[in-house]
């Protein structure tokens, strides 16, 4: 499986599994058990998606030891606001059954998130947190964290797909050496993307899914692609896309598709 640096010296799976809305529970734990069959070593939750336990689960029943796993959760808004990240973060790590996260992040930019920071710098400093880094950030979130924070962020966690491809926002995360993981990189769930009749054409060319075909784009503009998935058949493969090369004009052909139509909240506007 591939990996990128990360700034903060440690290296991150370039696939990862995505458990947004899957059920805590069996639902989880079976989708975890079976990316880590299908040799996944990374598995992205958070903790308003209310299935760490379910992810904790799957992690034991695959047998993988829980070194060789890239494990990210999210730091929820409302504890935030309260300002209870060392409370939320314990109860993460509780829930998951484990002593340590690899990736910890803020889930969005709601208020205090500043302080919120500075809290996540004490626990990477005490050896809980490998990297600590962000979500769904635009460039002016990034200014005001930098004004306060002692580590830069190594990751931006935000929207992007062919419809949506945010592509300035990873342009700029680059530059600034923040790696971008992106979600719902398949246009998200009841989505019309896959169905895209340049995805179906590329599919054919290649002999591959559109899902494929996308998130092998993804592994070409070198961002972290994290595609949720209950099904075993499909996350097994949606695994398939190391071994073939799109062609730098189909890259560009994929570029077009962009409609700027996001499938989640815009993170300037949003009510939770
Ligand atoms: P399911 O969980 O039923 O497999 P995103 O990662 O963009 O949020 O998209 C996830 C959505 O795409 C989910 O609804 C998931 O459904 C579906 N999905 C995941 N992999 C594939 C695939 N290979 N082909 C078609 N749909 C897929």
């Not at 880590?36 to 992810?55: K, M, P, Q, S």
């Not at 796993?69 to 300002?83: M, Q, S, Y």
């Not at 494929?212 to 070409?220: A, C, G, M, N, P």
């Amino acid at each position: 499986m591939k990996t990128i640096q990360l700034n903060q010296g440690i290296g991150i799976p370039q696939l990862g599994l995505g458990v947004f809305q899957t059920r805590d529970g069996e639902e989880t734990a079976n989708a975890v058990r079976w990316a880590l069959e299908a040799e996944y070593r990374h598995i992205d939750t958070a903790r308003i998606y209310g299935n760490e336990a379910g992810v904790g689960q799957g992690i034991r029943a695959s047998g993988v030891p829980r070194e060789e796993i890239f494990l990210t959760t999210k730091l929820w808004n409302e504890d935030i606001r309260r300002g209870r990240a060392r409370e939320a973060f314990a109860e993460s790590l509780a829930a998951l059954g484990t002593d340590y996260v690899d990736l910890y992040l803020i889930h969005w930019p709601v208020q205090g998130f500043e302080q919120a920071w500075n809290h996540m710098e004490e626990l990477h400093k005490a050896g809980k947190i490998r990297a600590i880094g962000v979500s769904n950030f635009h460039s002016h979130h990034l200014d005001s964290l930098e004004k306060t924070a002692r580590i830069q962020p190594a990751v931006n966690q935000i929207e992007s797909h062919p419809y949506f491809n945010n592509q300035e926002l990873i342009d700029e995360c680059h530059r600034r050496g923040i790696a971008v993981q992106v979600w719902s990189p398949l246009g998200g769930t009841g989505g019309t993307l896959l169905k895209d009749p340049l995805l179906q054409e590329l599919a054919q060319k290649y002999g591959r899914t559109p899902a494929q075909i996308v998130l092998r784009w993804d592994i070409q503009r070198n961002v972290i692609v994290l595609p949720k998935s209950t099904h075993r058949d499909r996350i097994f493969s949606n695994r398939d896309m190391f071994d073939f090369e799109l062609s730098g004009e189909d890259m560009e052909r994929i570029r077009g598709l962009q409609r700027n139509r996001r499938v989640g909240p815009d993170p300037d506007h949003f009510n939770f």
